[in-house]
């Protein structure tokens, strides 16, 4: 996050995982109040052991190292090349938007590691670099970090969708996103930064015959 606030961007992780807002996930694990959540969310703390086990005992899911720390992967019992796997089209997987969504299956691939999720792409605009029906493998981003030219999927309000990306600007110099297909017949999109909710990198695929 640009100010440094990690402590909120874990808590802000599993929040968005639990699938409640900010003050329903307080009452959730017991806190009388959403105060100290907010508190956290404005850099003025941390996040505390107290704080930590309560999140813990009602999702035991969760890794209290990493949520203390950040060190490791936040879920307790998912090691490093153990990708959640949804068997669902990409487009409409309410996992992209960061909504809880029951895990099908974890998949181990050693060229995987650090994705978040692995799905399926049903997406004919991309099928000469990605064929219908592959598990893609896919590691969560932010736009300042898209490298033109390469595969991302990118999630805005309206939609969810897998395309090449390259930048350009706007009028007033605010930068647009060109979500162009690898395949003729199909046009490319033009998206501005703000509209983009969500960015996942294509890490890889894995063909399914």
């Known amino acids: 996050m640009a100010n440094g606030n990690f402590c909120w961007e874990r808590l802000d992780s599993v929040i968005r995982w639990s699938n409640m ?3 329903a996930f307080g009452r959730h694990i017991g806190l009388a109040r959403s105060e100290n959540l907010y508190q956290i969310k404005s850099g003025k703390n941390g996040i505390s052991q107290n704080l930590a086990r309560r999140i813990v005992d009602k999702f035991p899911e969760v890794s209290l190292g990493w949520l203390l720390s950040g060190e490791g992967e936040m879920f307790a019992n998912v090691g490093r090349g153990h990708i959640p796997y949804y068997e669902a089209d990409l487009t409409s997987c309410a996992a992209l938007r960061g909504e809880q969504v029951e895990v099908s299956s974890y998949i181990t691939m050693p060229f995987a590691q650090g994705c978040d999720c692995a799905l399926r792409s049903y997406d004919g605009a ?7 029906g592959s598990i893609v493998f896919l590691q969560k981003k932010d736009t300042e970090s898209i490298i033109p030219g390469q595969l991302y ?15 350009t600007l706007g009028e007033d110099q605010s930068r647009i996103f060109l979500l162009e297909p690898t395949d003729a017949g199909f046009d490319t999109i033009e998206v501005s930064e703000s509209c983009i909710e969500r960015v996942y990198k294509v890490v890889g695929n894995l063909k399914l015959i």
């Open 21 to 23: 807002t900010i003050n």
């Open 126 to 132: 991309v099928s000469s670099e990605i064929m219908v």
């Open 153 to 167: 999927v990118i999630v805005t309000r309206n939609f969810v969708i897998l395309r090449r990306v390259r930048v």
